[in-house]
């Protein structure tokens, strides 16, 4: 997935932090909430400014991150 479109980096937001569509709710704030148990459906009922695509998009953003961290 192309995350790049729904992930977006502001120095001036949430300390320069990845968030989601300029929004202020972080990448990290999404993975918490699914590492917690919640559910997709369950983060979009308490963020209805938040599609499934943009959960997705943090994830592979997650996934990237930690592909291009492992050095062998």
Avoid: H, Q, W
């Avoid at 997709?40 to 291009?68: M, N, Q």
């Amino acid at each position: 997935m192309n995350y790049k479109k729904n992930i977006t980096i502001e120095p001036g937001k949430r300390s320069g932090k990845p968030c989601i569509r300029n929004l202020r709710i972080t990448v990290y704030d999404i993975l918490e909430y699914l590492a917690s148990g919640m559910t997709i459906d369950e983060i979009l009922k308490d963020f209805p400014e938040l599609t499934r695509e943009d959960i997705l998009a943090c994830l592979s953003y997650a996934a990237d991150r930690e592909r291009k961290s492992l050095t062998f």
